[in-house]
């Protein structure tokens, strides 16, 4: 039972384009959510998340949206830039800070400069 | 940062041998875990643990146990390592901010 689902395993998006990844959960009492980026060879990094309070959170070239009523979230990168070639995991939790990461299966964004 | 290390880094091995996976930390984060990634299936959670006393299950524990031997240290062992453990194999530790903080990995292939 995937509680996080991220549906598409790979996307190309040419340079200085806007990236827009997706994420869909089930479970209603996650209330914390994460996105996390790797690179080949090295272990996740976080990148943003955002609480079920809010609905937008921005750092930098990232945003992270957040739609409670569809059980829904997307990562938007603008614009885009070749490094940021990489997959990315969606994760949840209840409770931040409770340990427990539920992560998504990722996907592989790949950037075409 | 939360400085995790992994070793081995890479391991090759035969089925029914057993298996350690050592992970360590030098910023004495209390809660540590393991993970598993595999092609499709994004990172599973094996086991984690609160400090050395506390040892919990994740949703992939049946074929691991794991040993926190000191705060700084959690141990993932194979008892008897079959091919579907092959996998790539991930240690963090949970940062005060309350993010996970991840090591490199440990690539596990099991013939």
């Known amino acids: 039972d995937q509680q996080v689902k991220q549906n598409s395993p790979s996307l190309s998006v040419q340079e200085g384009r806007i990236s827009i990844l997706n994420c869909d959960y089930t479970?209603?009492?996650?209330?914390?959510f994460l996105w996390y980026k790797k690179y080949p060879a090295e272990g996740p990094t976080f990148l943003i998340s955002?609480?079920?309070?809010?609905d937008k959170n921005e750092d930098g070239r990232f945003t992270v949206f957040l739609n409670k009523s569809a059980k829904h979230l997307s990562l938007h990168i603008v614009p885009s830039q070749p490094g940021d070639s990489a997959v990315y995991f969606c994760?949840?939790?209840?409770?931040?800070?409770?340990?427990?990461?539920?992560f998504g299966t990722g996907t592989r964004l790949t950037i075409i400069p | 940062d939360a400085d995790v290390t992994q070793t081995p880094r890479n391991r090759i091995t035969k089925t029914g041998k057993r298996i350690m996976l050592e992970c360590s930390q030098t910023?004495?984060?209390?809660?540590m875990y393991w993970y598993r990634q595999d092609p499709g299936l994004g990172l599973r959670l094996i086991y984690y643990?609160?400090?050395?006393?506390?040892?919990n299950k994740g949703e992939i524990s049946d074929g691991y146990s794991v040993s926190r031997q000191a705060q700084a240290k959690f141990s993932l062992s194979l008892e008897s390592a079959i091919p579907n453990q092959t996998a790539l194999y991930f240690c963090?530790?949970?940062?005060?901010?309350?993010?996970?903080?991840f090591g490199e990995g440990s690539r596990l292939t099991v013939l």
């Open positions: 994760a949840a939790c209840h409770n931040f800070g409770n340990e427990k990461l539920t």
């Open positions: 479970n209603s009492m996650f209330d914390y």
């Open positions: 955002i609480s079920s309070i809010k």
């Open positions: 910023k004495g984060h209390d809660r």
């Open positions: 643990s609160f400090d050395v006393k506390d040892i």
């Open positions: 963090a530790v949970l940062k005060g901010t309350g993010e996970l903080f």
